[in-house]
């Protein structure tokens, strides 16, 4: 019973850390708008509202998440959104190291690693609807 409260403990503290940290993007997105996102869409050849799944990523799934309602979902949405973060605006970096010998993207990279394993592992008892 122990190392399931633990798992469960374990699964809330990711869920409330990565939803935390991404909503913070989110709502810097709301406050002063997308238009760079939209910008780097349409230099990527994409139409302009692919930037508008910003707010799904960053805004929808971390709420997800902190609530525990379907918070698989919460976390796909979170993975894409890194997986177009890396394409449309961290290319450029992706094999760069830092001056301490650290990957350039790791902040990005923890992100998405996290959001992938909370798919995987699901969000714990301690969530709205366990999913």
Known sequence: M???LSDDVGKLLLRLTLGI???LHGIAKITGGITP???MAEGA???GFVAYGTYLGEV???ILLLI???ARVGAGLIAVNMLFAFALAHRHELLDMTDVGGWALELQGMFLFTA??????GPGRLSVNQR
């Open 37 to 39: 996102i939209e910008q």
């Open 21 to 23: 940290l991404i909503l």
């Open 60 to 62: 929808l799934g971390p």
């Open 68 to 70: 525990g309602w379907y």
């Open 45 to 47: 050849g994409l139409p």
């Open 116 to 121: 992938l394993a909370l798919v995987l592992t």
């Open 2 to 4: 122990r190392d399931n």
